[in-house]
C-alpha cells in the first residue's frame, strides 16, 4: 500500500551480536527475522546498520547473513560522534566510506551533528561536513547510493546548512536531529520541499533518522502519501533502535494508542530487584508469556517465565523480536489510517496531530512550503513544548 520503509536498527548491543552470531531458540528457528527461514509471514527485509560500531568490522554484511534479498541502510557514525562514544579524527573518514560501500545499498555519507558533545558548534560541525561530503562525493562509484545529510534546530539552521550542501550530487537527503522535536521535524522537511529536492528524478530517499514514536510514523507516512500523490520518485524512510534498546530496562510492549500518540508498557521482574517475587516465575505452572501480537504465538512454546528469572538470552531476544512486532503492528495500523478515508483518519487521532498531517500534505502540494510552514509554524511550537507521548509502565526492573 506505501513505499514507506521501517528500518529496525538493532546491529549494535547484544541483538546485533548474536545477529552475527545466528542465534537460535530452542526449536533452531534463528532470531534473524530477516532471513529467508524466518518464519515467511514475519519476515522483514530491511534493516539499518551502523558503521559507527562496525567500521573496524570486515565483511559485516555476510557475517549478519544480509544478502541480495535486504534492503540494507547505512549509518555514517556521526550520532557517535556527537554522543563523545568516538572522538572525530580523520582517520575514520576513509574506513568508514569504505565500510558503507562493502556493507549497504544506501547509506547516509559522513555529517558531524551539532549537537550533544557538539552543542553550540554549528559552524565547525557544518565545516568539517561539508569537508566529508566532497570527499564521499568524489570517491562515490554507484555501488551504495549516499544520501546527503541536512542538520539543524529550526527552519533558519536548517535552510543555513541545506544552502551549503545542496549541490553534492548525492541520490537522497537523511535528515538529523528530527527525533524528539515536531518542530524540528517539520523545519527538516520544509527546507528540502522549499528547495523542490523531492521533484529532483535523481533523489531516491528522505530518510529521517531515529524517530520512533506513533506521531512520527503517522507524520512520516502522511509524507510518503502526500509524495504519491504527485508522482514523487522518493521513498521516504526511517530508523529506531526503541525495541532493542527497551529490553535493557526490562520493557516488554503491550500494546499502543494511536490516539493518545503512546507506547504502552510493563516491566520484567529479574532477581537482584524483585527476590521475593522471582520463584513464582520459575515454577509457574503456565510459563506463556501475555499475548499482544499474533508474532507471540510463534514465541510461546520456545521461551517462558522461568527464561525471564534467569534473564538469559533466550528471554532477551524474544522481547527484542516481540517489541518489534508491536511496532510493526503500530505501523501497519497506521498506514491503513492514512491511506484510508479521511472521515476515519480525523476521528482516530488526536485533533493537533490531524492537523500537522494536513499541513504536511499542503506543503507537499504547494509551490511555496515555506509560507505553508510559517502558516502553521505555532502549532509545531506549541506541539514541540508539550510532551506528547508518554510511556506507562511499571517499574519493576
Given at each position: 500500500m ?37 518464519p ?12 559507527g ?22 549509518d ?26 562493502e ?15 557538539n ?17 564521499f ?31 553534492f ?11 524528539g522535536s ?26 529521517i ?16 502519501k ?20 527497551a ?17 504502552e ?20 505452572e ?10 507471540d ?14 534473564w ?31 472521515y ?13 498531517l ?31 507521548e ?6 519493576f526492573?
Amino acid at each position: 500500500m506505501t513505499k514507506f520503509i521501517y528500518l529496525p536498527s538493532f546491529s549494535a548491543g547484544e541483538m546485533g551480536s548474536n545477529f552475527v552470531k545466528n542465534h537460535r531458540f530452542r526449536n533452531h528457528m534463528t532470531i534473524r527475522f530477516y532471513a529467508n527461514e524466518f518464519p515467511k509471514e514475519y519476515q522483514h527485509k530491511s534493516l539499518l546498520i551502523t558503521a559507527g560500531a562496525h567500521m573496524s568490522v570486515r565483511d559485516y554484511k555476510n557475517k549478519m547473513g544480509l544478502t541480495d534479498d535486504n534492503f540494507v541502510m547505512g549509518d555514517s557514525g556521526g550520532y557517535q560522534f556527537a554522543s563523545g562514544a568516538l572522538k572525530w579524527d580523520l582517520k575514520y573518514r576513509d574506513k568508514i566510506f569504505n565500510w558503507l560501500s562493502e556493507n549497504t545499498d544506501v547509506a547516509m555519507n559522513l555529517d558531524l551533528p551539532p549537537r550533544l558533545t557538539n552543542q553550540g558548534k554549528f559552524q565547525e560541525c557544518l565545516d568539517l561536513s561539508i569537508d566529508n561530503f566532497k570527499y564521499f562525493a568524489n570517491k562515490q562509484d554507484g555501488s551504495t547510493k549516499f544520501l546527503n545529510v541536512v542538520q539543524g534546530d529550526d527552519e533558519h539552521t536548517y535552510m543555513h546548512w541545506y544552502d551549503k550542501v545542496k549541490d553534492f550530487p548525492f541520490q537522497g537527503w537523511g535528515i538529523g536531529g528530527a527525533g524528539g522535536s515536531l518542530y524540528r521535524f517539520m523545519s527538516g522537511i520544509v527546507v528540502l520541499l522549499n528547495g523542490k529536492e523531492h521533484l529532483d528524478p535523481t533523489n531516491e530517499y528522505f530518510h529521517i533518522l531515529g524517530t520512533s514514536k506513533i506521531r512520527d510514523f503517522l507524520m512520516l507516512i502522511q509524507l510518503q502519501k502526500s509524495l504519491e500523490d504527485i508522482s514523487s520518485n522518493i521513498t521516504v524512510t526511517t530508523d529506531s533502535s526503541s525495541p532493542d534498546r527497551a529490553v535493557v530496562f526490562g520493557t516488554y510492549y503491550t500494546r499502543f494508542s494511536i490516539k493518545r500518540n503512546t507506547f504502552e508498557s510493563i516491566n520484567f521482574p529479574n532477581e537482584k530487584h524483585n527476590p521475593d517475587i522471582i520463584e513464582w516465575f520459575k515454577t509457574a505452572e503456565d510459563q506463556t508469556w501475555p499475548k499482544m501480537t499474533e508474532f507471540d504465538d510463534v514465541l510461546k512454546d520456545l521461551v517462558g517465565w522461568k527464561d525471564v528469572a534467569d534473564w538469559n538470552t533466550q528471554c532477551t531476544m524474544a522481547m527484542r523480536l516481540h517489541n518489534f512486532y508491536v511496532f510493526k503492528d503500530a505501523i501497519r495500523n497506521v498506514t491503513d489510517l492514512v491511506y484510508g478515508h479521511d472521515y476515519i483518519l480525523k476521528q482516530a487521532i488526536d485533533k493537533d496531530v490531524y492537523k500537522v498531517l494536513k499541513s504536511i500534505d499542503e506543503m507537499v502540494k504547494s509551490d511555496n512550503p515555506l509560507m505553508v510552514f510559517e502558516k502553521y509554524k505555532s502549532l509545531y511550537t506549541k506541539m514541540s513544548n508539550t510532551k506528547i507521548e508518554q510511556s506507562y509502565t511499571n517499574n519493576f526492573f
